[in-house]
């Protein structure tokens, strides 16, 4: 194997981890010496032992004079856990391979001096695009310390989420449903609006054949309409958080309190998106899946706090101007204030697309 094919090991082991290590990134290693792999590691989990540390451990004495290949920039500063650097340094291992440099700009390029300065050679960059691609999520939350944004939305082929009856049941298919389940096993939080609560009655649980994390839930209720035996509240499995403005019943939001529910109120009588981010930001959400109705949709949009979309398209044709689109709100006036996307994903699934879709960056 190459250099290459070592980092590709490293960057698929981290790639295993996904959902698993916020707020922390995913990031894999391997120790090899004279084309032997000694160890390997992955972080699992925030608050334990990262990459490096597992894969030293395998390679114990042999570690000596050894290489490694790490998807992320060794830390340098006392986390939960010591400096990855010195571990490195103290291992015997002559050289480093690197694949994403550390975001964090405090300490970008610390552990690399402290390890050159120690006299091991460190050679960065390798396979950085495909590790950085990785995380995405996680680069966004240290720049921003808000979740990385996915909207999910099922339509049929003309784009409707539900037809003028307001029946959607099951425009796509059970395989895109279940990979829908994936996504929010991946996810730490999942956001939905009171009015697809009201209507659909979700649990917005991940069920998959092997279980899954259940996200937080998260939802946006002004005036807190929502009913108190749905299921978001009653299923209690994991915590719901819903935001609220300020005019609403706080008997009713103490009634909901005994459900692991939060209800949070905001000081206007509105439910602002940038604030909500926040909020959430602060609690070490890194990533949120929206899988609103589609005015929550238009919402996301219009504010452009979303970093991707990925729609569900069904061979369907539901039609009907009555029909409800899977982006609601006024719309555009005009297609050149249209937001501009790009699409970086297109799958079969289940005999649907899954269309994956960014902004346009400036
Ligand atoms: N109607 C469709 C969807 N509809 C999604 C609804 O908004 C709601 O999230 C579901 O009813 C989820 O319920 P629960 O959380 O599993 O209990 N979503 C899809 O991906 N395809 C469709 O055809």
Redesign the pocket.
């Known amino acids: 194997m190459n250099h290459q094919e070592y980092m590709k090991l490293a960057i698929s082991l981290a790639a295993a981890t996904k959902g698993q290590t916020s707020p922390n990134p995913q990031v894999g290693a391997v120790v090899v010496k004279n084309g032997e792999i000694l160890g390997m590691g992955a972080h699992l989990k925030a608050g334990t032992p990262h990459a490096e540390v597992h894969a030293i451990a395998a390679a114990g004495d042999k570690a000596k004079g050894a290489d490694i290949y790490v998807t992320l920039e060794p830390c340098s500063h006392f986390g939960r856990t010591p400096p990855c650097a010195d571990l490195i340094i103290n291992s015997g291992i002559n050289r480093v391979f690197i694949a994403s440099a550390d975001p964090n700009p405090l300490v970008s390029g610390k552990g690399i001096e402290r390890m050159q300065d120690a006299g091991i050679e460190v050679v960065t960059g390798l396979l950085k695009e495909e590790a950085d691609a990785l995380n995405e999520p996680f680069f966004h939350f240290i720049k921003t310390k808000t979740p990385y944004v996915t909207i999910?939305a099922?339509s049929s082929f003309d784009g409707k989420t539900a037809a003028k009856t307001g029946d959607?049941?099951?425009?796509?298919s059970p395989e895109?449903?279940q990979d829908?389940h994936r996504l929010r096993h991946e996810h730490d939080a999942i956001l939905?609006g009171v009015n697809?609560i009201i209507h659909?009655n979700?649990?917005?649980?991940a069920?998959l054949p092997q279980g899954g994390k259940n996200p937080i839930r998260v939802v946006l209720d002004t005036n807190l309409r929502i009913p108190a035996d749905a299921?978001v509240i009653r299923d209690q499995s994991v915590k719901t958080i819903i935001f609220t403005g300020c005019e609403i019943d706080r008997s009713k939001a103490e009634e909901l309190k005994k459900y692991n529910t939060e209800v949070f109120s905001f000081s206007a009588n509105e439910v602002p998106i940038k604030e909500v981010l926040r909020n959430l930001g602060e609690r070490n959400i890194m990533t949120l899946f929206v899988?609103g109705?589609s005015e929550i949709h238009a919402s996301f949009i219009n504010s452009g706090f979303f970093q991707q979309i990925i729609l569900?398209m069904?061979p369907k044709i539901i039609g009907g101007n009555k029909a409800i689109p899977f982006i609601g709100g006024d719309g555009a006036n005009y297609v050149k204030d249209a937001p501009a996307l790009e699409f970086t994903e297109i799958e079969k699934i289940g005999g649907d697309l899954r269309i994956t879709a960014k902004p346009l960056r400036e």
């Open positions: 999910k099922a959607s049941k099951w425009i796509t895109s449903r829908v939905t697809t659909d979700p649990l917005l649980t069920r299921n899988e109705g569900y069904a």
